[in-house]
């Protein structure tokens, strides 16, 4: 089984391709390659492919021969997203067509990672996979046009929607990231907001409980992020918890007002995964334990 990758250089894919490495074979029962393709060349055995341009991307199906597209290269920054549109549409638009229609020409079964930011944030509760999206910013539209293209074009799909990204940890830009950064150097003070939700989401969760999922061929629309949600306040509380400085460090709860961006966020972007719950293949831990992991395993190397 052959599955190419695109986005290779991410967070998500450093936590996806070591997986199908360990327990690829067991749960598919082949030898799996993978080959990766970004227009980052992090790592020396990553191709240059670049997405928004639909020859390339041809031109490297072609040659490969894919039992699978994995498709996860995107623009993420919100905010450069909303002051470049037209960078995020035909990154996230254009560029996921351009995956779509030669999956669409070869029979190809594509895997589409999303986002909880395709809802406008209302709901008190966590959003289902049958809740009508909404985006506030460029970053939401131009994923969910990316969504709409995939479900158009195919037959054999997986539309996979996660929460707040984590994983990577020195290749993460994201907050968790940033805020052990600041930790490590020293600060003893942390302000953080605690009027926007979401459900965090660690890659390495993620990926194991992705491949199981793609083995059963049960195409469709999936949530997938960790269980319970949380504001940034609450997971930088956690953080200082769980390295053991809350004798040493005060975090301060503000409002988002005070940290004005270029793009409007959701007031919630909280997913549940009420599709995999539906079937039995929730296996996706509490947030809290998956950072109490994730910190316990990366912070003594680190530092």
Not at 115 to 122: E, L, Q, R
Not at 192 to 204: E, L, R, Y
Request: charged share 25%; aromatic share 12%.
């Amino acid at each position: 089984m052959k599955i190419l990758l695109t986005g290779a250089a991410g967070m998500l894919a450093s936590a996806v391709t070591p997986e199908i490495e360990r327990s690829g074979y067991k749960v598919f029962g082949s030898l799996i390659e993978v080959v990766k393709s970004d227009i980052h060349l992090r790592l020396p055995d990553i191709q240059k492919v670049d997405i928004c341009v639909l020859k390339d991307v041809y031109e490297w199906t072609t040659s490969e021969k894919p039992d699978f597209i994995f498709h996860f290269a995107a623009e993420t920054d919100v905010d450069l997203c909303e002051k470049n549109p037209e960078h995020a549409y035909r990154t996230n638009y254009i560029g996921t067509e351009n995956v779509a229609l030669v999956c669409q020409k070869y029979e190809i079964p594509l895997l589409y990672i999303s986002t909880g930011a395709v809802f406008n944030g209302t709901n008190c509760e966590p959003y289902l996979e049958f809740d009508i999206p909404e985006p506030r910013n460029v970053y939401g539209k131009s994923k969910l046009a990316g969504e709409i293209t995939v479900q158009r074009l195919l037959k054999k799909y997986f539309v996979i929607r996660a929460g707040w990204m984590i994983g990577g940890w020195e290749i993460d830009k994201k907050f968790v990231y940033k805020i052990v950064k600041q930790l490590l150097e020293g600060k003893k003070e942390i302000f953080a907001v605690d009027d926007k939700f979401g459900s965090p989401t660690f890659t390495m969760d993620f990926a194991k409980n992705l491949l199981p999922l793609i083995k059963t061929e049960r195409y469709g629309l999936y949530h997938m992020a960790n269980k319970g949600g949380a504001s940034r306040f609450d997971i930088a509380s956690k953080i200082v918890e769980f390295m053991d400085l809350n004798e040493k460090v005060r975090v301060n709860p503000v409002n988002s007002a005070e940290f004005p961006l270029p793009a409007p966020r959701p007031r919630s972007e909280m997913l549940r995964n009420y599709h995999l719950d539906l079937m039995g293949m929730n296996d996706m831990p509490y947030w809290e334990d998956a950072l109490k992991r994730y910190i316990s395993d990366n912070v003594k190397a680190f530092s």
